[in-house]
Nanobody, 120 residues
Framework: QVQLVESGGGLVQPGGSLRLSCAAS????????MGWYRQAPGKERELVAA???????NYADSVKGRFTISRDNAKNTVYLQMNSLKPEDTAVYYC??????????????WGQGTQVTVSS
């Protein structure tokens, strides 16, 4: 069984920074891509940033230049450094492991979510 455990959310003032971490555990052979999604109240879940095993990255336009995603393949861990945070970044942030290969086959996994609140 694969589990994704997120940490690092919280309350921060506008202009501040937070760093999210997500560690995948279990009998994992490989993970094609890891990423972060977010969902604000009344809105659909959206991609924030993703990174492939080879290091290619993809960002939502709204976070480009402010957020940086990174990954430690050996630890199956992904990070999201969030700088210059804005109130509109407030949401529950979910970690995703895309096309995760285990002895049971290939599927996607999701973390339980961590709240990020940007407010003065």
């Amino acid at each position: 069984q694969v589990q994704l455990v997120e940490s690092g959310g919280g309350l921060v003032q506008p202009g501040g920074s937070l760093r999210l971490s997500c560690a995948a555990s279990g009998s994992i052979f490989s993970i094609r891509a890891m990423g972060w999604y977010r969902q604000a109240p009344g809105k659909e879940r959206e991609l924030v940033a993703a990174i492939t095993r080879g290091g290619s990255t993809n960002y939502a336009d709204s976070v480009k230049g402010r957020f940086t995603i990174s990954r430690d393949n050996a630890k199956n861990t992904v990070y999201l450094q969030m700088n210059s945070l804005k109130p509109e970044d407030t949401a529950v942030y979910y970690c995703n492991a895309d096309r995760t290969l285990t002895a049971r086959g290939v599927r996607d996994y999701w973390g339980q979510g961590t709240q990020v609140t940007v407010s003065s």
